[in-house]
């Protein structure tokens, strides 16, 4: 079984290394989480003058803080203008450059080198993964079970929604959603509906590249079946992404609900991607 019927592409097992920044290209190349900033935000990608401008082009590093030297083809607006907000704020969170030069490095191998043995491996892992049998009754033996327990407790309505916010001295006559307040605030709503959650499920569909979720509800959420994905491999990935997503989900909900985190769209999915991956992976090595 070749690596990328096993769901891996390789090129996104490797991430750049920022050292000076003179070397890396600011938007298409993955130097800050997993994923480029032209994936991530593609609507500033379209405002930026020069597609192939460098780290060092965009921002400078002095005493520790970032000042960003932004050339667009005009001022972002709307909803270009959080696109903005949630990069500045990943970037913040960036730890300064070193003086040393940039270089590739390969997430697999334990040294960041990359060997064609470490790939080997890998494949070995994922394929070993991907012959246990999948079966829908039981807690996807794929992520963590902490998550497992979460899904568990979504779809018997388990989740302390009503009791976190009563402990919390947070008005329960109030209905609205927190944070959109839009809808009333239900686990199908905060999960499923939301704006923040149909924006990160629909990421999500588009990096699975399918037409249709299927997520209606939570009960879909549990058994998180497509029809487009027939092989049981892809299913039971499917179904590790579908549950890990609402579980990051949640879990951002609750960070901006009670401890005011700002809720960044792209940078939830970045971290479902990441995390799926990773944990994919660490469980591959739980079957040598
Ligand atoms: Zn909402």
């Known amino acids: ?50 597609k192939h401008a460098f780290v060092t082009d965009r921002i400078k590093w002095i005493d520790g803080s970032a000042i960003f030297c932004w050339k667009w083809t005009q001022e972002p607006k709307w909803r270009t203008n959080s696109e903005l907000a949630c990069l500045t704020t990943l970037i913040s969170n960036f730890v300064p450059p070193g003086l040393s030069s ?6 697999l191998g334990n040294n960041g080198i990359f060997s064609s043995r470490s790939l080997n491996s890998t494949i070995d892992k994922l394929s070993v993964a991907a012959r246990v049998p999948f079966k829908p009754t039981s807690l996807n033996n794929l992520i963590p079970q ?6 568990w407790r979504a779809s018997k309505n388990k989740l ?14 109030s209905t609205r959603c927190p944070v959109c307040d839009e809808d009333i605030k239900t686990l199908q709503h905060s999960l499923i509906s939301c ?17 249709l979720l299927h997520i209606n509800n939570i009960s879909d959420i549990e058994k998180a079946s497509n029809p487009a994905l027939k092989q049981s491999m892809l299913a039971s990935f499917w179904q590790a992404v579908v549950w890990v997503t609402s579980y990051y989900l949640w879990k951002n909900r609750n960070a901006h609900v009670f401890r005011n985190n700002p809720l ?11 995390k799926s991956f990773e944990w994919l992976n660490c469980r591959g090595k739980n079957f040598d």
């Open 1 to 50: 079984m070749g690596i990328r019927e096993l769901g891996c592409n390789i090129s996104n097992e490797f991430v750049k290394y920022v050292g000076q920044g003179n070397d890396t290209s600011f938007w298409n190349e993955p130097w800050c989480g997993d994923s480029s900033f032209r994936i991530l935000f593609p609507r500033l990608y379209r405002l930026e003058q020069n």
């Open 146 to 151: 902490k998550i497992g327990i979460f899904i």
């Open 195 to 211: 704006k923040i959650a149909t924006e990160v499920w629909d990421s999500i569909r588009i990096w699975w590249k399918l037409d």
């Open 264 to 274: 960044c769209p792209p940078k939830i999915v970045a971290d479902i991607q990441s």
């Open 160 to 173: 302390p929604v009503r009791t976190e916010l009563d402990k919390r001295g947070i008005d329960l006559h």
């Open 102 to 107: 940039d270089k590739w490095i390969w997430k």
